[in-house]
């Protein structure tokens, strides 16, 4: 026994300790490793990119200040690209904040099929996008598409969709919207089910009603896991990509309709080889996300409510 | 009474959403098997038919065969990688006392402040550099390792008690032989929901394999997909008898996993 005590004992001295430094580094490595050079390295590199005129491999490449933010800024394309990336995000985020909590209300509780239910609801999400916006593409076609059948059967008025300049940022929205509002419901239902009961019974039992309890209580208590979705749903419309390229046919119209930042980004730089240009533009993005995450996060200490 | 009209509302409300979140799954899968006369007339699209030789068509049209081979290699070694890294991270960052220790995980966090869209040109550079376009590890190598799988096995490790990594160390266990025969059999959840999170995400990779790949060897299933469609051949029954075999995996993947694709959102919400 003594003889246990006293390995238990040095297994823990600042020796052994010093030991586990060495032992942690060794398993540590990998990840870390990777993360740099693949992380930290480019992102590092990126902020720099946008300062050069860079040639492929290098050769040749010059300073060139700030030129490539300047005629990023003069350049008409990069405004309309960054009025659609915020018209989309102004679409996304109010739809998708409401739609999770409505969806999240309604499966909610129990009931033999309702549990099914949030399990399906998460189908679209884990599908490829390439290959669903296919099925969608013929929903949204002007002449045969079910969305228009839909549209006049209910007496509104039909739209050409993914060939209109006005109609196709809404319908890559609506794609989008299922495809992925079943991941934001999943995080909605899962708060919704961490509330505590007894402040809800207790409303109820002072005689309030259901709109009056979840305005009033229920809401209220959600305020940090809506503030949660407000920012990684802005942060994912201001990155969407798969869908417009799917949607748009790799194009990004019709007439720029659907040209959002990252689409233009990826087309400069991709398909007209400006490396610099678009990293100038990769940039000024990022500096947009982190503003508009910044100005979220100020504003939510005027309504985010934390118990 | 009201409870009851309540309640019908509430099915009213999930029937109509069901029919809208399945429709297009189904509409797909019905016009992949319409003879292409037929497909371009609306209400026919409802009646099922069964001309699966546009499946027949659709899959002699491009080396699906070798995408498939790709994603499922990808997929695979990527998975595979950052279960090794996460797990080694994990395991240091949960079990051992180190200096630097705290500064070093808020290194790991603060890689999710860093968006894609920055990256994706110095990296592509960097690999143009190295050669590397056009190849397998260009597409396994930078996602080799995973903020989100060494954060939530870390948890996970944390939870353990420590006694029981104490107790192999006095037993004279070595540090693999800990990591490998006591702490992971413990973790495997975790390494399940990490696994099915990576497994997703690079089976339905899009933008990074479109921007490092040109041509078939190497090309996954989605990048072949959108060059399949944008093509010379887009008859749209054939289209469509692609995108659902294409899909296919990944549905019976879901049913297989779905536990775990759940566990994976609710537990951090870390967007794909």
Known sequence: MESLAARVRSARTPRARQKDGWRAAVFLAPALLLLILFVYAPALLALGLGFFHYHLLGIGTTWAGLTNFRSALRYSLFWTALRNTLLYALIMVPVTLIGALLLAQLLCGPGKYVGFLRTLILLPYITPVIATAIGWLWIFNPQYGLLNSLMSWLGLPVHQWMQSPTWALPAVAMYTLWHGLGFDMIIALAALASLPKSVSEAAQIDGAGPATIFFRVTLPLLTPTLFFLLVITTIGSLQAFSQIYALSGGQGGPEYATTTLIFLIYQTAFQYYHFSYAAAMAVLLVLLILGLTLFQNWLSKRWVFYQ | ?272
């Open chain 2, 1 to 272: 009474m009201v409870e009851r009209r309540r309640q019908l509302w509430r099915h009213v409300g999930l029937i109509v959403g069901l029919a809208i979140l399945l429709f297009p799954l189904i509409w797909t899968l019905f016009s992949s098997l319409e003879s292409s006369s037929h497909a371009a007339s609306f209400p026919g699209s409802l009646i099922p038919q069964f001309h699966y030789q546009n499946y027949v068509h659709a899959w002699e049209a491009a080396p699906w065969g070798r995408y498939f081979f790709n994603t499922i290699l990808i997929a695979t070694l990527t998975t595979a990688l950052v279960l090794i890294t996460s797990l080694g991270a994990a395991y240091a960052f949960g079990m051992h006392e180190f200096p630097g220790k705290r500064v070093l995980f808020w290194l790991v966090l603060s890689v999710l402040m860093i968006p894609t869209e920055l990256n994706i040109i110095p990296q592509y550079l960097l690999f143009a550099d190295l050669h590397w376009l056009n190849t397998y590890q260009v597409q396994i190598i930078p996602w080799a390792a995973s903020t989100f799988g060494i954060f939530l096995i870390r948890q996970f490790v944390m939870s353990l008690p420590r006694d029981l990594f104490d107790a192999a160390r006095i037993d004279g266990a070595g540090e693999l032989a800990i990591l490998w025969h006591v702490v992971a059999p413990l973790v495997i959840p975790a390494l399940v929901t990490v696994g099915v999170y990576v497994f997703l995400g690079s089976y339905n990779a899009f933008l990074w394999p479109l921007i490092v790949t040109n041509g078939h060897a190497v090309r996954p299933i989605e990048v072949g997909l959108a060059s399949f469609r944008t093509g010379n051949n887009s008859e749209y029954t054939q289209l469509s008898a692609a995108a659902v075999f294409t899909t296919l995996p990944v549905l019976v993947f879901f049913l297989i996993a779905q536990r775990y694709i759940v566990e994976s959102i609710s537990r951090t919400g870390v967007r794909g």
